[in-house]
């Protein structure tokens, strides 16, 4: 997905920077961690890591390219691949 469709998608610009954010919202903790889990190991392959928090059944993810101080296509690939993980929940 590119970053408009990733806008369609549920996903937001952050305000005062060039950065994507979503929270994704599951049955309860364990399904969120496994779900953080998961998207750990893909950040790892990609070289790519999320700024993210969690609290119980909701994580916050936010993303940007620190070394373009942008959005990149390593973004909107880690930003799909979050959003189709979330949907097989």
């Given amino acids: 997905m590119n970053k408009a469709e990733l806008l369609e998608n549920g996903w937001a610009m952050v305000q005062g920077r060039d ?3 979503k929270t994704f919202r599951f049955k309860n903790f364990r399904k969120a961690f496994a ?10 392959k990609m070289d790519h890591h999320p700024e ?4 119980y059944n909701e994580v916050i993810v936010t993303l940007q390219t620190h070394t373009a101080n942008g959005i990149t296509e390593l973004d909107t690939k880690l930003a799909t ?4 993980a979330w949907r097989e929940i």
């Fill in 35 to 44: 779900w953080m889990s998961e998207m750990a190991m893909w950040a790892e």
């Fill in 52 to 55: 993210w928090s969690n609290t």
């Fill in 19 to 21: 950065a994507l954010n």
């Fill in 81 to 84: 691949r979050m959003d189709a």
